[in-house]
């Protein structure tokens, strides 16, 4: 990929110095990166993105299938799960 803008910012020394520190350890040049931070920042929020829409696809589907639950289903199954946890719990303690 060819280089064609350069990016200035400011920080404070001792960060510089322990990035550039860290860089030279793994044998990197800084800027590469530095690249790599950037693509992964911009690449997550495209995934997180993704991954919402996905979410909330699923759930209109489930919604038009009337795969639905009141909020008295819901909280009733939870109830049941908490139960179950509690139960097992205690008898793994005994």
Do not use: C
């Not at 800084?30 to 997550?44: T, Y």
């Amino acid at each position: 990929m060819a280089k064609e803008a350069v990016f200035t910012m400011k920080l404070e020394p001792e960060l510089r110095d322990a990035f550039m520190a860290a860089a030279q350890r793994e044998d990197r040049p800084a800027s590469q990166i530095v690249r790599e931070m950037m693509r992964d920042f911009v690449n997550q929020d495209r995934e997180y993105v993704a991954w919402l829409q996905k979410k909330v696809d699923e759930a209109r589907a489930d919604v038009a299938a009337g795969r639905v639950y009141s909020q008295e289903e819901v909280k009733a199954h939870m109830d049941e799960l908490f139960a179950d946890l509690e139960r097992k719990s205690r008898e793994a303690a005994e």
